[in-house]
């Protein structure tokens, strides 16, 4: 009896827990969007050097090697059908559209997402979250607000990077194995992938910024217990930002249709 | 003379449920009050020092620093009021991500008419020469000891010449020779300004007692005994027991 019961308290802590942070991440996100007016610029540009640019060749380097895998997928199907026309879509389409922005995003939390907590984990631990609010600075309009903005724009722009340097390696990649020319590859993905296939790549990406921005800086700014803490925060984040990129993506494409 | 720092009453819940962190709390301290605040460990010091300071707000009694009541006041109020609250806490709080010289100037710099880069420099530059860390200025916080970090908090707490001056633990994990210089300095700047109040959370009794005129025992989120440091003698043997570390 007591161990039914004891399965019962887990269920409900658990269900508890999971409500407290929906609300928690909601609340965060409303009170980011009325601080955006008067966020700190300066902050705003560090976050995005510190979150955009050292990111970047990581993200570039990682989709190079994803077109070339995607293109070698694809090869053996439009060699059997005899349709090497269809390379240039095979590799790219579902690159641009979904592989590409899910990757980086998962990319981007395990390395700004977590960085992210970490940081702002230290910051409360140790005081300083503290030390500014009794400076009368909302920690929102200093900490928060800028690292969402430079988290949805940077994700944006990893994203831009990582289509170039995927379609780059995909280009690589059919003209070792396929002996298809870049110009020629180029021309045919001109045909047949369109402008809607890359802004549909774009806009999840935004979102996924989005929500790694939320969901990373309510696990920060909830650390508490020292150095166990953070790491616990850091972890929770990581795992809560992955699941938030599959549900937004799942929930962008039904919303967009694809 | 009214009370810079006037609670009645003051009652703050555990957040696990537990005993109450702070216990129908009264405490008055009028301008001028230089005082030490003791107590056993989770007595509820630090908790008291912030929420003097405006950043923990109580469930209830009555609670107000420099006129603005932090129960009932309004938001902006309360912001006035932080801007004249300097505190150090227990972790010294320095950004990690400014020098020394820049965690001083970073009050100035956010004062909503803050001065001039070059009065900034000055006072500064003279505060931080003050606290003795003149050849550490451009030093980050890690690459400080625990001691200089402590005096690089107590100079930003003060560059802006608070009138409430909060310091949690100044000397804690010091060796005695810079507690007790710390503790002069922080005397020192009370000297100068004896309209404030300076409140410090120590446990470290020989060289508190030396220092400050008036001690508070905090027990259980209760006070248990305030006097006078030179009446330490005439206290219930709990609080004597407490205060030289033997059993009453």
């Not at chain 1, 600075?137 to 724009?153: E, G, H, K, N, S």
């Not at chain 1, 110009?183 to 809607?196: G, K, W």
């Not at chain 2, 400080?144 to 107590?154: D, E, P, T």
Request: proline share 4%; aromatic share 6%; with cysteine.
């Amino acid at each position: 009896m007591s161990g039914i019961r004891g399965i019962v308290a887990a269920v409900g802590r658990t269900a508890l827990q999971f409500a407290a942070d929906l609300g928690g991440l909601a609340i965060l996100f409303l009170r980011v969007l009325r601080t955006i007016p008067r966020l700190d610029i300066y902050e705003l540009i560090r976050a995005a050097e510190r979150f955009g640019w050292q990111s970047a060749p990581i993200i570039g380097l990682t989709a190079f090697f994803t077109g070339g895998i995607m293109v070698m997928q694809s090869l053996p199907y439009v060699e059997q059908l005899q349709a090497m026309r269809l390379l240039p879509w095979a590799a790219s389409f579902a690159t641009l559209r979904e592989v590409g922005p899910v990757l980086i995003g998962l990319m981007f939390s395990g390395r700004v997402g977590s960085n992210n907590t970490a940081e702002l984990g230290t910051m409360v631990v140790t005081e300083q979250v503290d030390a500014l609010r009794l400076l009368a600075i909302d920690p929102y309009d200093l900490l928060i607000a800028p690292r969402f903005v430079a988290m949805v724009a940077m994700m944006v722009c990893l994203t831009i990077v990582g289509d170039a340097g995927a379609v780059i390696g995909a280009m690589v990649t059919a003209r070792a194995m396929a002996g298809m020319e870049m110009f020629q590859f180029i021309q045919l993905m001109r045909e047949q992938i369109h402008l809607a296939d890359l802004a549909s790549g774009l806009v999840k990406s935004g979102f996924f910024g989005a929500g790694i921005a939320v969901v990373s800086c309510y696990y920060g700014l909830a650390t508490s217990g020292g150095a166990v803490g953070v790491g616990r925060a850091v972890n929770a984040s990581v795992v809560a930002s992955a699941v938030s990129i599959v549900v937004i993506d799942f929930a962008v494409t039904a919303v967009m249709g694809g | 003379m009214e009370a810079l720092v006037d609670l009645a009453g003051v009652h703050l819940d555990a957040l696990d449920g537990g005993p109450a962190v702070l216990d129908a709390l009264d405490l008055a301290l009028a301008p001028g009050t230089l005082t030490g605040l003791i107590g056993p460990p989770s007595s509820g010091k630090s908790v008291l020092l912030k929420l003097i300071a405006g950043l923990i707000r109580p469930n209830r009694g009555r609670a107000i620093v420099a006129g603005v009541d932090l129960l009932a006041g309004r938001a902006a109020d309360k912001r006035q009021l932080q801007r004249s609250i300097g505190m150090l806490f227990q972790n010294n709080a320095l950004f990690d991500s400014l020098t020394v010289f820049e965690n001083v100037a970073f009050p100035l710099r956010r004062l909503p008419t803050p001065p001039t880069e070059s009065e900034i420099g000055t006072r500064c530059k003279a505060r931080i020469e003050e606290v003795g860390l003149g050849h550490a200025m451009d030093r980050f916080p890690h690459q400080l000891s625990g001691g200089m970090q402590k005096r690089a908090g107590i100079a930003r707490a003060t560059i802006a010449e608070p009138r409430l001056r909060l310091f949690d633990e100044p000397t804690a994990g010091l060796d005695p020779v810079t507690g007790a210089r710390i503790l002069a300095l922080i005397t020192e700047l009370h000297r100068r300004d004896e309209r404030g109040v300076t409140i410090i959370v120590s446990n470290e009794m020989d060289t508190l007692l030396a220092a400050v005129p008036r001690v508070i025992l905090i027990d259980r989120g209760k006070v248990a005994w305030d006097g006078a440091s030179a009446l330490v003698d005439q206290a219930p043997d709990t609080v004597r027991g407490f205060i030289t570390g033997e059993a009453a």
